[in-house]
């Protein structure tokens, strides 16, 4: 990873570990936790009343999505899930419930803050069906094709290699798994200056991909059945949105991104005249780099 991603990185975190801490500290306030986001397009406003009031008030306090994806995954009974960046843990709470006994619903968040809250908040919801995992959603902690359905929100936007979390969404899915998010997405004409003006990169607008380079890097993971629809705008040009996408079932249950057709080593059309980054806002150089599957040339 180059200086300026870790750098991004850890930027993340620190915002994300602060959020944590806010709400936690604030566990004493007289009616609950303060709200770690005012915002009207984030946070937990965007859950359904019946929702908010089954969970532990830090968990729906410590909401930062921009929807909400256990409402369009549409979770079976006894399914398996995974959040990426999972937060205080809110949609991790909502999928146990839905998955229920024989489900299972797990987390992954690289902030020690985040995770310690979204623990606090399991054992307060009395949730046994849930597994908090520490780790990047670049490369995620669980062996592959272990999961029906893969969920997040409002964290891809944040990643500094998006073809990776694209791949690892891929691997870990079984064949025929599906994946619901939500996600800012930009429109296709806002070049990424355009949408560093509207919002900073940790607020979850400047690394936002545009709907073409959502698909393309879904398609390039191996996803098929893409469907991307905006739900409300966030900011002039950009919008909350739901991502719908399936891995084949005829997938090979091992195979992650890098080995599928079109893509390798994080670029489209590799070694070919037409070959790009699979991640838009990386050189050709940088996502060969930072794929990990030896591939330089
Ligand atoms: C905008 S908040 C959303 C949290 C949660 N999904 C929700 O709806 O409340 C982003 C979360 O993703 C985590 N995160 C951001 N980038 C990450 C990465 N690359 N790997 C793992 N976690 C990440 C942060 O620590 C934070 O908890």
Do not use: W
């Amino acid at each position: 990873m180059s200086e300026q991603s870790t750098d991004l990185r850890e930027t993340v975190r620190r915002r994300y570990a602060a959020a944590a801490v806010k709400v936690t500290e604030g566990g004493a306030a007289c009616c609950g936790p303060e709200p770690a986001e005012t915002d009207e397009n984030f946070g937990s406003t965007l859950y359904a009343a019946d929702e908010r009031d089954a969970l532990p008030a830090e968990a729906v306090a410590a909401s930062l999505g921009c929807g909400n994806p256990t409402a369009v995954a549409e979770l079976r009974e006894g399914e398996r899930v995974l959040d990426l960046g999972s937060g205080g843990g809110i949609d991790v709470l909502l999928s146990a419930r839905r998955v229920g006994p024989t489900g299972k619903a797990y987390g992954v968040d690289m902030t020690d803050e985040m995770l310690a809250l979204a623990l606090a908040n399991a054992e307060k919801a009395g949730a046994t069906n849930v597994e908090f995992l520490k780790g990047t959603i670049e490369s995620v902690p669980l062996p592959a094709a272990t999961v029906d359905v893969v969920i997040s929100n409002c964290v891809i936007n944040l990643s500094v290699d998006k073809a990776a979390v694209f791949a690892e969404t891929f691997r870990v899915l079984r064949p025929g798994g599906r994946i619901g998010v939500s996600d800012v997405v930009a429109d296709d004409a806002l070049t990424p200056g355009q949408r560093a003006e509207r919002g900073d990169h940790v607020g979850c607008i400047a690394g936002a991909l545009s709907f073409a380079e959502y698909r393309a890097g879904l398609r390039a993971a191996g996803f098929t059945g893409i469907e991307i629809v905006p739900t409300h705008p966030v900011a002039d040009g950009m919008h909350s949105a739901i991502i719908r996408a399936t891995k084949p079932a005829t997938a090979d249950a091992t195979a992650g991104a890098s080995g599928t057709a079109d893509t390798c080593c994080g670029v489209n059309a590799c070694c070919t005249p037409t070959e790009s980054a699979a991640d838009p806002s990386r050189t050709v150089t940088e996502a060969k780099a930072a794929s990990g599957c030896g591939c330089t040339g």
